[in-house]
T-cell receptor, first 113, second 114 residues
Framework: AQSVSQHNHHVILSEAASLELGCNYSYGGTVNLFWYVQYPGQHLQLLLK??????LVKGIKGFEAEFIKSKFSFNLRKPSVQWSDTAEYFC???????????FGTGTRLQVFP | KAGVTQTPRYLIKTRGQQVTLSCSPISGHRSVSWYQQTPGQGLQFLFE???????NKGNFPGRFSGRQFSNSRSEMNVSTLELGDSALYLC?????????????FGSGTQLSVL
C-alpha cells in the first residue's frame, strides 16, 4: 500500500538556521507531491507542489523542495528559518490515476528567536 | 469568497453514541474529502465525494460513513463511537476531480469521545 514517511517528528531550530525536512514515499509509479503547512491556530495550506518538470520546486515564504525519483524522496528545505515558520509540516503524495492524497505523520518545527 | 466551513467546531460525545459532522465547501467546489488528524498519525484519508458519489474510501471501519448533497455540502457520520475516534476531523474541498492539485481545508471539528 502507498505510504509516506516523515522521519523527523519534531525539529527545533534557532532563527537563521537552515532547514531540511525529510519525506519518503513508497509508491513506484508516477506521483504528484505536496507539502502542506499548518501554522498554530490556522488551516492547513499548500506550501508547494510537484507534478512534473524541474524537480526543484519553489513555494511560498522561501521554501523549496527537491524531487529525487531514485530515492523516492521529496525533502523540504529553507536556507534560513524565521520564528514565523514555527508550524507543523505535512508531506503528501497522490499517485497518478487515483484521487487519494496520502499524508505523512507530520513534522513539528519550532523556531526560537 | 468564503472558505471551507465545518460545523460544529467542538463536540463531546460518549462511547456508543453517534455523531454527524458537516462541511460546506468553497462555492463552486464539487469535490469534498474528509481526513482524520491525530497526534502521531498525521492525516488519514477517510473518503472523497464528487457530485454526490463516493469516489474513494480509506481504510476505516464501516462505522464511518458520509454523503454529499446536490449543493456539494457534505456530512460525515460516525456510529457507535469509540474512545479512539477522538480526533480532529478535517474537510477539504477542491474545484477539480481526479487531480488533487490543491486542497482547501476547513478548521476542522474537534471530536472528543469520553
Amino acid at each position: 500500500a502507498q505510504s509516506v514517511s516523515q522521519h523527523n517528528h519534531h525539529v527545533i531550530l534557532s532563527e537563521a538556521a537552515s532547514l531540511e525536512l525529510g519525506c519518503n514515499y513508497s509508491y513506484g509509479g508516477t506521483v504528484n507531491l505536496f507539502w502542506y503547512v499548518q501554522y498554530p491556530g490556522q488551516h492547513l495550506q499548500l506550501l508547494l507542489k510537484y507534478f512534473s518538470g524541474d524537480p526543484l520546486v519553489k513555494g511560498i515564504k522561501g521554501f523549496e523542495a527537491e524531487f529525487i525519483k531514485s530515492k523516492f524522496s521529496f525533502n523540504l528545505r529553507k536556507p534560513s528559518v524565521q520564528w514565523s515558520d514555527t508550524a507543523e509540516y505535512f508531506c503528501a503524495v497522490n499517485s497518478r490515476g487515483t484521487d487519494k492524497l496520502i499524508f505523512g505523520t507530520g513534522t513539528r518545527l519550532q523556531v526560537f528567536p | 469568497k468564503a472558505g471551507v466551513t465545518q460545523t460544529p467546531r467542538y463536540l463531546i460525545k460518549t462511547r456508543g453514541q453517534q455523531v454527524t459532522l458537516s462541511c460546506s465547501p468553497i462555492s463552486g467546489h464539487r469535490s469534498v474529502s474528509w481526513y482524520q488528524q491525530t497526534p502521531g498519525q498525521g492525516l488519514q484519508f477517510l473518503f472523497e465525494y464528487f457530485s454526490e458519489t463516493q469516489r474513494n474510501k480509506g481504510n476505516f471501519p464501516g462505522r464511518f460513513s458520509g454523503r454529499q448533497f446536490s449543493n456539494s455540502r457534505s456530512e460525515m457520520n460516525v456510529s457507535t463511537l469509540e474512545l479512539g475516534d477522538s480526533a480532529l476531523y478535517l474537510c477539504a474541498s477542491s474545484p477539480l476531480v481526479g487531480i488533487n492539485e490543491k486542497l482547501f481545508f476547513g478548521s476542522g471539528t474537534q471530536l472528543s469521545v469520553l
